[in-house]
């Protein structure tokens, strides 16, 4: 399998239901905050309710959520807040270190847990190298940082040649 390659590939987080991540074996979700969860530079969290609300219904369900995010210190605090679960920003995906550190946060291991993210090469890539169950979603926002939109470009033909054509 390549590491580019994820798992499954999802239009919304809201689509990982208990059903899914039980057919799937998995027990926790890392999950990658922005166009992922919320949008790039959002701090509105009424724009994401629908979101909150899936995430109090996974935690009643049992799923272990953890955030695991390349954005500031700041902005992850602010949006941990939100979600109440814990997690960390500046975690320096895809290095396989922050992804053990966060499934050692779960007390799980590397394949009961799913990792959430809209990017192949911090999210998929980090996830499976670490072991992890990949899941890649649809980004929220077309708004991205520079570099950002230069990957996108790129995973637009990684992900043509395992079949899935979106216009990020």
């Known amino acids: 399998m390549s590491l580019l390659r994820?798992?499954?590939v999802i239009d919304h987080v809201t689509h990982l239901t208990p059903e899914f991540l039980a057919d799937r074996g998995l027990h926790g979700l890392l999950l990658d905050l922005d166009n992922t969860l919320v949008p790039y530079g959002s701090y509105d969290p009424v724009g994401?309710?629908?979101?909150l609300a899936w995430v109090r219904d996974l935690k009643i369900a049992g799923?272990?959520?953890y955030l695991l995010s390349n954005a500031t210190g700041r902005r992850a605090a602010f949006w941990l807040d939100k979600l109440e679960f814990q997690g960390v920003g500046l975690a320096g995906k895809p290095n396989p270190r922050a992804f053990r550190r966060a499934l050692?946060?779960?007390h799980l291991p590397p394949h009961q847990v799913g990792m959430v993210g809209d990017q192949l090469f911090t999210d998929?890539?980090?996830g499976n190298l670490s072991g992890m169950h990949t899941i890649l979603v649809r980004p929220l926002a077309t708004n991205a940082l520079p570099h950002t939109r230069?990957?996108?470009r790129l995973e637009?033909?990684?992900l043509k040649r395992y079949g899935h054509?979106?216009?990020?």
Do not use: F, I, K, Q
């Not at 994401?48 to 979101?51: E, G, L, M, N």
């Not at 054509?165 to 990020?168: E, G, K, V």
């Open 104 to 106: 050692s946060e779960l």
């Open 6 to 8: 994820p798992r499954d």
């Open 156 to 158: 637009r033909a990684v």
């Open 165 to 168: 054509d979106w216009n990020h």
């Open 124 to 126: 998929v890539l980090g």
């Open 150 to 152: 230069v990957a996108r």
């Open 48 to 51: 994401v309710a629908s979101t």
């Open 63 to 65: 799923v272990g959520l």
